[in-house]
């Protein structure tokens, strides 16, 4: 696009361009902005609350980076030992790390160093809250199908990294607290098999807690971890503009055509309010809300424990895993294997790995290589459904193992019972979750179905001339009618006869069986309720069977 040609004005001399034209213009020319623009700006994006818990995430993460570069410049690394006498008299006299001592002088001397701290916190916790939400939308309604998959794989990618980062960032500070945290950690280690001694030297550079640990962490937690989870958030947006954003269903929306709102003016207007919003909440949290209180806990000692040492939320999970892991331990070959704390450590990664993979092992189950762009009613897909409220249940479940200390002093229980009361649950309770949400699901397609054919409840009850009283039914709207019954219901797939019709057997793999069993199990005629036909509501109608 070349440069505009100059305007005329009323009296006929030339008209200059705006200084924003001429900007624009020259960049156009260097660049070639303008085709993108015009093809990018305009596009068309849903609008449902639930779209905005992916924008909280970006928004955290954004605040997470302006806070983090703000501490950087008063936080020290290291792990010499100083003799503390600063602003905070208690601790005045007691030998501590430099990063710990640097720790309190943001706390109590950088001017506006404590609020900055506790924003940064709590907007790493919201951060990794927001993730694992905005994941179970993308689950739960199916948003991960094709051509999405590796978009769940980044997002997936997002979450275990931020999980590491919130891990070495806790442990930044060297309070008792943190340095426990990392004392676990580092038993955790200690148990792989043959190379754990190895692992742990050196990663801390010799006997724990050594004096390299933090030194490590800081520059994998500012730069390495971060720069990796910048480049996906940047390849995850891509993704998301490339494939348009998926909607849920409802009147004119298909797989080819979406229904909401341009990106420019209106949802960039939107956006840049949400994140003014985000950061004002996380600002009131940091200003009210205390996180952290390293002043509280001390400085590290390898022969102190805090009482009630917890990690942050998203690490209980694994923390659970091994606090109620029975003490198994074998020798084998002249090594120890404390199998109680290596199963459940190799445990953590293993889940969130099926996690990572479920997309793929769904659309290997159905074989279904289409292109979805319309989501999924919860209910219209029980079995996902009831798979991923078993593992938020266990995650509970797990929680309350990871603080089986608090929740024994607070309700004044036997550790031992809560102990016990995890170990059974843990097997016990997603079995039960998966159960009744499957039956939760059945019953909310029967509604579905009856809703279609007889129309809603109105809460008017009528008496006919026989006597009889019966509640009067409303139609639905015809747009009311196709959110309800655009689902597909998917054909299990099926191996087919072992016996062709000449009697030859066929030979059928197990992965074909196991892909056939599983299929059943998924779209099989119990977890489908069948959709109303045409043809039953035009002869309900048509016999006037809505009172």
């Known amino acids: 696009m ?61 605040v997470l ?39 309190l002088d943001i706390s109590f001397d950088v001017r506006g160093g404590l609020l900055i701290r506790q924003i940064h916190h709590w907007a790493a916790l919201v951060f990794v809250a927001g993730m694992l939400v905005h994941m179970m939308r993308v689950f739960f309604t199916g948003a991960f199908r094709k051509p999405r998959e590796v978009n769940w794989v980044f997002g997936w990618t997002l979450l275990f990294l931020g999980i590491i980062t919130g891990l070495t960032g806790y442990s930044l500070p060297d309070d008792l607290l943190s340095g426990t945290g990392v004392r676990f950690a580092q038993g955790a280690i200690l148990s792989v098999p043959v190379v754990g001694t190895y692992l742990s030297f050196f990663l801390f550079g010799g006997e724990f807690p050594g004096h390299d640990i933090i030194p490590r962490f800081f520059p994998i937690h500012v730069l390495l971890l971060p720069g990796i989870m910048l480049g996906l958030v940047v390849a995850h947006l891509i993704l998301v503009f490339y494939h348009k954003h998926t909607q849920y269903p409802g009147a004119g929306r298909d ?79 002249g090594h120890t294997l404390a ?15 099926a996690i990572g993979v479920y997309p793929f092992i769904e659309a290997w189950i159905t074989g279904d290589t289409r292109e979805h762009h319309i989501l999924d009613r919860p209910r219209n897909a029980p079995t996902r459904t009831g798979l991923g409220v078993a593992w938020l249940s266990l995650y509970g479940v797990l929680l309350i193992g990871g603080g089986n200390d608090i929740v024994a002093t607070h309700l004044h229980l036997s550790i031992n019972s809560i102990t016990w009361f995890v170990r059974i649950s843990f097997f016990a309770v ?3 979750a998966f159960v009744v949400t499957r039956r939760i699901c059945m019953g909310l397609q029967r509604r579905d179905r009856d809703k279609v054919l007889h129309g809603r409840e109105s809460g008017l ?28 219901q998917a054909t299990p797939y099926e191996v087919g006869p072992l016996v062709d019709a000449n009697g030859v057997t066929r030979r059928v793999g197990p992965s074909r069986k196991l892909r056939a069993r599983l299929a059943r199990a998924m779209y099989g005629p119990d977890t489908q309720i069948p959709k109303p036909t045409a043809e039953e509501y035009r002869e309900l109608t048509s016999e006037d069977h809505h009172h």
């Open 255 to 333: 797989q080819k055509s979406v229904v909401g709102m341009p990106f420019m003016p209106v949802y960039m207007a939107k956006a840049g309010g949400f994140f003014f919003l985000v950061f004002g909440v996380l600002s009131m949290m940091g200003a009210i809300a205390t996180v952290n209180p390293v002043w509280a806990f001390g400085p590290y000692r390898p022969d102190l424990v805090t009482t009630g040492a917890q990690p942050d939320w998203y690490l209980g999970f694994s923390e659970g895993l091994i606090r109620v892991m029975p003490g198994w331990e074998i020798n084998a070959f």
């Open 430 to 432: 997603p079995v039960l």
């Open 461 to 488: 009850i009528k008496r006919l001339p026989d006597g009889e009283f019966v509640e009067v039914h409303e139609p639905l709207t015809q747009a009311q009618r196709f959110a309800l019954t655009q689902h597909d």
């Open 2 to 62: 070349g440069a505009r040609s100059v305007e005329a004005g009323r009296n006929g001399r030339p008209v200059r361009p705006a200084k924003g034209e001429r900007l624009a213009d020259w960049a156009d020319g260097r660049l070639g902005l303008y085709p993108m623009a015009k093809t990018n700006l305009r596009k068309v994006f849903p609008d449902h609350w639930s779209f905005m818990l992916g924008e909280v995430c970006l928004y955290s993460f954004i």
């Open 339 to 353: 199998l109680g704390v290596f199963i459940p450590f190799s445990l953590f990664p293993l889940i969130m790995l």
């Open 65 to 103: 980076i302006l806070t983090g570069v703000y501490l950087t410049l008063f936080f020290e690394p290291s792990g010499i030992e100083v003799v503390y006498n600063g602003s905070y008299e208690p601790l005045n006299g007691v030998i501590m790390t430099r990063a710990y001592e640097s720790t």
